[in-house]
Nanobody, 119 residues
Framework: QVQLVESGGGLVQAGGSLRLSCAASGSINRINAMGWYRQAPGKQREKVALITSGSSTNYADSVKGRFTISRDNANNTASLQMNSLKPEDTAVYYC?????????????WGQGTQVTVSS
């Protein structure tokens, strides 16, 4: 099994910054893509940012230029630096990882961390 543990959410004023972190542990041979999704009340879960093992990144248009994703392959961690936050960034943020274990390749999700941006 694989566990993803997130940290770093909270309440911030518009224009402020937050940094989310995610640590993966368990039966991991290799983590392919790793990243973040978010879900606001009444809305579907959407991709925020993804990063491959080769450090290629992909961002939602709504966060380009404001958010930066990074990862540490040696420690199976990823971080999301969020700057110039807007009220519309308010959501539960979920860490995601596509993990190759000895038995299968599967998608895993963290428990979610709340990010609230006040106007």
């Amino acid at each position: 099994q694989v566990q993803l543990v997130e940290s770093g959410g909270g309440l911030v004023q518009a224009g402020g910054s937050l940094r989310l972190s995610c640590a993966a542990s368990g039966s991991i041979n290799r983590i392919n893509a790793m990243g973040w999704y978010r879900q606001a009340p009444g809305k579907q879960r959407e991709k925020v940012a993804l990063i491959t093992s080769g450090s290629s990144t992909n961002y939602a248009d709504s966060v380009k230029g404001r958010f930066t994703i990074s990862r540490d392959n040696a420690n199976n961690t990823a971080s999301l630096q969020m700057n110039s936050l807007k009220p519309e960034d308010t959501a539960v943020y979920y860490c995601y990882a596509n993990v190759a274990a000895s038995y299968a390749i599967r998608d895993y999700w963290g428990q979610g961390t709340q990010v609230t941006v006040s106007s």
